[in-house]
């Protein structure tokens, strides 16, 4: 394309007015708007760019009084994809004053394809080769636009022809291509398909058996999966360079719930010294937790601690015990709890509430009260929340010891806010009829300014009216100590 190259002189398909088609998808351009750094010289000739109708952007530049370096030339046309006529007009601009280059070229050639202007690309291409400009990049460029504009059969096209333009068609030229292709949406089988017509004449690597895994887990086909990852074994063997494609490989199988299959090549792959590291084990672990999968929770985690390769760190400990409680399956998840020290990790305040909140639900009434001793003594108090539920359950197992031992121990240590619990250790004491319990706490509580509600008043009221004459003057004496507290 001599209207892009440095020449003046300009040819009659050069000159043709830049029609934009309606892009494949819309595409965000970056804007200088948003860009850091910029140098001065970039920025005014951004904004002339944008700014100046593109009839009068030769004129404007011609007159800006600007000789931009090549930074600066690269920084305009990596931030004037939006407006591709004035970039085109502005690259031709600049290639007056000095030899474009070949990034610059780059950019260019990536600007039109991406603005779907492929004919005005493939001129720029032409004029690259006569400089001997071109380079792997700007084919890399190329199999880009075409696959986000959907036109995979001129990406094939365009490998065809690289050696016609001196550029090698290597297994790095494979990889860049199927990498454009994987990169659409549903679009791995075409990739497959090039994948399949290539391998006899251009051997695969680790890096190709990734990409094509990497789509089907993007997809989430496990059968295709499984069949590339065959063929990967087969063709480059076991590696433990290959690591990305294993990751895939076993995360497709995840999150198609295949768990039992990912054990299986898991041990397979411990045995190839391929065992995957700590990001595939919390990767996994995660999804299956939001699946609330407790059984291939612990069936992963006991093949990762089998191992004695990766060590679960805190975060994963909690996440697991998290999703065992959560289903109620407290002996497993006081197994990890005993053996996170073994690993070298300590529980922290987290770790010991989620155990407490699923003891507390499942109204475990003597290993509650046990494993609160635990908590304070190791100075991981439950949470007010939790010491409030803590105080409900054991007033309904009938342990009201243990409720006013947790209730005396907020107090003391202040664990704040302390107004639901205190209401219910009133409502508790109420319940067991301790009346004279329940008004010298609620004066203690009163005392410390503790907000006592009005719907727990009104249960209190019921039961002193209930139990006679001198019950019903010490309610009303209580009563009107609340009523004077609550308007001050």
Request: proline share 4%; glycine share 4%; with cysteine.
């Amino acid at each position: 394309m001599e209207a892009l190259a440095s020449n003046p002189r300009r040819s009659t398909a050069s000159n043709k007015q830049l029609k934009i088609p309606k892009p494949h998808r819309p595409t965000q351009f970056p804007s200088y708007r948003d860009a850091a750094h910029l140098s001065p010289n970039a920025i005014k000739l951004c904004e002339l760019l944008t700014r100046t109708p593109p009839n009068d952007i030769e004129t404007a530049l011609t007159n800006c009084g600007i000789h931009p370096s090549h930074d600066e030339v690269h920084e305009v046309l990596s931030l004037s994809y939006s407006v591709p006529s004035s970039a085109v007009k502005f690259f031709r601009w600049a290639g007056h004053l000095q030899m474009h280059s070949a990034h610059a070229w780059n950019l260019m050639i990536d600007l039109l394809g991406k603005n779907g202007l492929f004919e005005h690309m493939w001129d720029a291409i032409r004029s690259m080769k006569q400089q001997n400009q071109l380079s792997l990049p700007t084919f890399v460029s190329v199999f880009e636009s075409y696959c986000t504009a959907g036109r995979f059969n001129e990406a094939f096209m365009s490998f065809d022809v690289m050696d016609r333009y001196a550029v090698h068609r290597d297994v790095v030229a494979v990889n860049s291509l199927l990498s454009a292709i994987c990169r659409e949406d549903n679009q791995t089988t075409v990739a497959l398909e090039f994948f399949d017509k290539i391998k006899a004449k251009i051997a695969p690597d680790g890096d190709t058996f990734a990409i094509l895994l990497e789509g089907w887990e993007k997809e989430g086909n496990a059968a295709k999966a499984k069949s590339t990852f065959g063929e990967m074994v087969v063709r480059v063997g076991w590696d433990r360079k290959n690591m990305a494609a294993y990751d895939a490989f076993l995360m497709t199988l995840v999150r198609a719930l295949q768990v039992d299959e990912a054990v299986k090549f898991l041990k397979v792959m411990k045995d190839h010294d391929c065992f995957p590291g700590l990001k595939f084990f919390t990767n996994a672990l995660d999804i299956i937790i939001k699946q609330n999968d407790a059984p291939n929770a612990v069936i992963l985690w006991d093949v990762m601690l089998e191992s004695g390769l990766v060590l679960p760190n805190l975060v994963m400990y909690n996440a697991v015990i998290g999703l065992l409680c959560n289903n109620n399956q407290i002996d497993h998840a006081f197994r990890l709890l005993d053996q996170m020290v073994f690993q070298g990790v300590f529980p922290d305040s987290l770790t010991y509430n989620i155990v407490f909140e699923c003891l507390v639900r499942n109204k475990k009434v003597h290993k509650t009260d046990m494993f609160f001793n635990e908590m304070v003594k190791n100075e991981f108090p439950p949470t007010s929340a939790n010491c409030t539920s803590a105080i409900a359950m054991f007033f309904d197992s009938d342990d009201p010891e243990a409720a006013q031992s947790t209730w005396t121990y907020m107090v003391e240590n202040r664990v704040k806010p302390l107004s639901d619990a205190a209401n219910e250790v009133l409502l508790g004491l109420c319940k067991l009829g301790r009346l004279s319990e329940v008004k010298r706490s609620a004066e203690d509580m009163l005392d410390r300014r503790i907000i006592i509600y009005e719907s727990t008043m009104a249960k209190l009221k019921d039961a002193f009216y209930r139990d006679g004459r001198s019950a019903r003057d010490r309610y009303d004496s209580l009563s009107r100590r609340w009523k004077a507290l609550g308007k001050l």
